[in-house]
């Protein structure tokens, strides 16, 4: 990940790996952000080296040029001599098509579910509400006119509203788009005030896809 992404994007760890395509090689992807991606595939690959990172999500194909970043070997070869395991760290350059909007989507997506369960299981519910629902689906590939933003911070007790034209996200709260709905920030916030560490870094993941110009 490039240094001036690196405060602004984080990864998605996913609990399945999705299959997909780092170049010829087959690859695995492990975690995912707006940003980039780490994938374990077949082969080596080196820093700099362009390389392209295909899969399919919904039936759909998704499809970035992609940087290495770093790269290592986790499994060296066997008898045959071609088997080399690899693990690499991917920035993405430039999406394929409209391959942006469904990495929005996908991430949204899984964050959504994510915090859908941690709520559910905190207060022994099953289920997924409509506010859940609004948290998965924040930012989800809309544009607007507006290239402003809006940072929420929680300080003793209480959000502060601050118009910025900064998308990094705080550690005291999140960043959005100028363009999202309140009642839907007003959810995130809800959301924001209950969670543990790792729920907070969720929803500032969801609050990244609001951020993310194409």
Known sequence: MHPSDRREFQRLKLSKPILGTLGSANALVLDIGMAGAFVEHYGTAEPGEKLDLTFRWQGEEVAFHCEVVRSSVVKQPGGDGKSVLSQTGLHFETPVGDSNDKLQNLIADFVGRILAAQKANAAGETGRSAGETILATIGQ??????????????????????????????????????????????????????????????????????????
Request: with cysteine; hydrophobic share 30%; proline share 3%.
């Open 141 to 214: 590939a809309r544009r607007s006119r507006s290239r402003g933003y809006v940072s929420y911070r929680l300080k003793d007790g209480r959000w502060w509203r601050i118009p910025t034209t900064s998308a990094v996200q705080p550690l005291d709260g999140f960043t959005v788009g100028d363009h999202e709905d309140e009642l839907e920030v007003e959810t995130l916030c809800n959301a924001y005030e209950t969670a543990d560490d790792e729920g907070k870094r969720l929803i500032r993941m969801v609050a990244e896809l609001s951020t993310a110009r194409v």
